[in-house]
């Protein structure tokens, strides 16, 4: 089974530096991308059927495809990483951050080369400490070495690449508030259209790619498209991080090939619920996909497999609930969070999460109705897609509506007992 | 006035972006580094070197959560309460600090020492539940943990 993204990466040891990652063939897919036309390395990853890993899946080269191109395109254009991985219950990125920073930097410049950009931007979230050290002298070295700077290894192209550290809230996740966050304003979300393909920073053409997204470029341009849609066991291309968190016997992340089946990654790799656990049910890919239980277990967690089994593969790191947890509790949890990390844009986001936080706190507390879960379904409808300007509520209405219908017996239990029956 | 050395760290980024807008959390993530948290007086600095409001500043302060308007003590502690720590036990490590600290969440040790503050996700869930202290992360935390962590840092600030 092939590791491409982590066969450098040793947990808990230093990353490899630039000869270490140029001996292990590092940069090679800098020196080919510059020798193709920037529309050949676009058609490879097309081909490829690369799709974003941030969570939306959204195919790679199509975002990248709408970038004009051309003497007459605006400049400059800007390649931003997206490396602000807050999403409650995902710790994928920062392996490739801390574990092999020469990877990303190299998969952003072959990225910005096809889309011909000028400036390339790292949005690193605060948190990151030890990220941020290895890619500022990472970055040092990429320039001294000449991949990055003007005229990259005696080419015509030339890139700038600089790490921007962020200072807090989620919702700089969001593509269009990350842009306002970068350009030192409050992180609200844009009107799309335009999308920042057009008109992204500062008005110019702009791709915000996942760090893990990027990170598989410098392979496919390497190995190729066949060989990249050979790595995983479906239709959706090449590897994915995948994680569990909660109470298994191991925890962690592996890197396995697209399309592993929900049971395997939590058996096999996570080896299964810890003695006097019982599995209740678990978010695929972070808080705000949904619930998935027992009876879909075997569904392949890749893009569209889990879309056709009512959730989403968002990030990929699963979040386990087990019987001695409160479903309720949990989603008071995960519902606390978007409230407070709304950003305050957008009415059913700013004020519908606050009224779902209080209704869901006081069905904890035993104090709920029946009614509560009507108004509850009621406020996942408002929250869903094209209501709000961005992700953020629709995403916080997944864990919710799916929570009412999966653990709808344990909400009657609340508010019948009037209390928390774990409690 | 912004200090030389503050003055020095702003520039250095200034050529990582097109106008000085763009460096205002840079630049009140670095008073705060030099002053401990940012005052009305920062505020002010920053406005000044980078030709904006005070008010637009305060819009920006006031909406990053790593930008302290307030006074905050020599170690700030991060815990987090997001949905993987509080499956692994986030609300016993809360119930268990705010009465090591005497403080509740959002609190300053009467000594100065500790700011405690629930935070969002750390993106260490396999190791949950998690803290940061400062720049340090700490990983599958139980109580005794967190008091021998608790203890390191008390040592080390009286050993200074």
């Known amino acids: 089974m092939e590791t491409p993204l982590t066969n450098n990466i040793s947990p808990g040891k230093e990353p490899p530096d630039l000869r270490q990652y140029e001996n292990g063939g590092g940069y090679a897919a800098v020196r080919k991308a510059l020798r193709m036309a920037p529309a050949e390395v676009m058609a490879l990853v097309e081909e490829s059927n690369l799709r974003g890993r941030g969570g939306a899946g959204f195919p790679t080269a199509q975002k990248w495809s709408f970038v004009p191109m051309g003497n007459d395109a605006p400049r400059p254009k800007y390649l931003i990483c997206n490396a602000d991985e807050m999403e409650p219950g995902t710790f994928k990125d920062r392996l490739l951050l801390e574990g092999n920073p020469h990877q990303l930097i190299e998969g952003m410049i072959v990225s910005a080369y096809t889309v011909q950009a000028d400036v390339a931007y790292i949005f690193l979230r605060w948190a990151y400490k030890l990220a941020a050290e290895r890619l500022e002298s990472a970055i040092v070295e990429a320039y001294r070495q000449g991949y990055l700077g003007k005229n990259i290894l005696g080419s015509e192209y030339s890139l700038e690449l600089y790490l921007h550290v962020s200072a807090g809230r989620y919702i700089c996740g969001e593509e269009t508030a990350l842009l306002n966050a970068l350009e030192g304003k409050r992180a609200n979300p844009r009107a799309k259209p335009p999308y920042p393909q057009v008109s992204g920073l500062w008005g110019k053409p702009t791709i915000v790619n996942n760090v893990e997204t990027l990170c598989n470029v410098p392979h496919i341009v390497n190995r190729g498209a066949a060989w990249f849609k050979n790595l995983s066991r479906g239709a959706n291309g090449g590897t994915k991080l995948y994680g569990v968190s909660g109470r298994v016997k191991n925890p962690g992340l592996w890197e396995l090939p697209m399309g592993t089946s929900i049971r395997e990654i939590l058996e096999e790799h996570a080896g299964g619920m810890r003695d006097g656990y019982r599995f209740r049910g678990l978010l695929p890919g972070g808080a705000s996909t949904d619930f998935v239980v027992a009876d879909q277990l075997d569904v392949a967690m890749d893009f569209d497999s889990m879309q056709a089994a009512g959730s989403r593969l968002g990030t990929g790191t699963m979040i386990i609930l087990d019987d001695k947890t409160c479903p309720v509790g949990m989603l008071l949890n995960l519902e606390h969070f978007f409230a407070q990390e709304s950003c305050g844009w957008c009415t059913p986001c700013w004020s519908g999460l606050s009224w779902i936080e209080q209704i869901l706190q006081r069905l904890e507390e035993g104090s709920g109705q029946s009614s509560d879960l009507e108004r509850l379904q009621s406020h996942a409808r408002l929250l869903g897609p094209g209501h709000t300007f961005c992700a953020l509520a629709p995403g916080a209405a997944e864990p919710l509506q799916s929570g009412l219908k999966h653990f709808g017996d344990d909400f009657d239990r609340h508010i019948h007992e009037k209390r928390c029956p774990w409690r | ?160």
């Open chain 2, 1 to 160: 006035m912004l200090s030389e050395q503050e003055k020095q760290q702003i520039e250095a980024k200034v050529q990582h972006y097109p106008n000085k807008r763009a460096l205002c959390l840079e630049a009140l993530k670095i008073v705060q580094e030099h002053r401990g948290w940012v005052t009305d007086e920062g505020i002010a600095d920053v406005a000044e070197a980078l030709q904006l409001t005070p008010a637009e500043l305060e819009g920006m302060a006031t909406f990053y959560n790593m930008i302290f308007r307030k006074p905050v003590g020599k170690h700030v502690i991060l815990l987090c309460d997001s949905v993987s720590c509080w499956i692994m036990g986030y609300e016993r490590l809360r119930e268990h600090l705010t009465t090591r600290l005497g403080i509740g969440l959002g609190e300053t040790s009467a000594d100065q020492r500790f700011t405690l503050l629930p935070n969002v996700c750390l993106g260490a869930c396999d190791h949950a539940p998690v803290m940061m202290i400062d720049n340090a992360h700490y990983q599958d935390l139980d109580p005794g943990k967190i008091d021998e962590i608790i203890a390191m840092y008390r040592q080390e600030d009286i050993a200074r």
